[in-house]
């Protein structure tokens, strides 16, 4: 069974850091590119970040620079290191296979507020 569990969300001022984290089951990360996507509220869920199969990086202009994107196979766990938060950077944040999506986690919560 196909899962994937986020976590490591919550509240931070601005320029501030979290990491998040990915866990997934059912299938290793490895053979797949894996990706991070975040919804804020009133809007429809973005594209952030994708690590393919063989490490290729790639990150949505707002976030470049910022957030990094990272894997540990052994851990079959996808992270997302974001620094220097800003206020829009506030949303639910979700992981997903990008070229074989499967269900939506939970998601984690991630607010970037004074």
């Known amino acids: 069974q196909v899962q994937l569990v986020e976590s490591g969300g919550g509240l931070v001022q601005p320029g501030g850091s979290l990491r998040l984290s990915c866990a997934a089951s059912?299938?290793?990360?490895?053979?797949?590119?894996m990706g991070w996507y975040r919804q804020a509220p009133g809007k429809q869920r973005e594209w952030v970040a994708t690590i393919t199969s063989r490490g290729t990086i790639n990150y949505t202009n707002s976030v470049r620079g910022r957030f990094t994107i990272s894997r540990d196979n052994a851990k079959n766990t996808v992270y997302l290191q974001m620094s220097s938060l800003k206020p829009e950077d506030t949303a639910v944040y979700y992981c997903?296979?990008?070229?074989?999506?499967?269900?939506w986690g939970q998601g984690t919560q991630v607010t970037v507020s004074s």
């Open positions: 059912g299938f290793r990360i490895s053979d797949y590119a």
């Open positions: 997903n296979r990008p070229f074989r999506m499967t269900a």
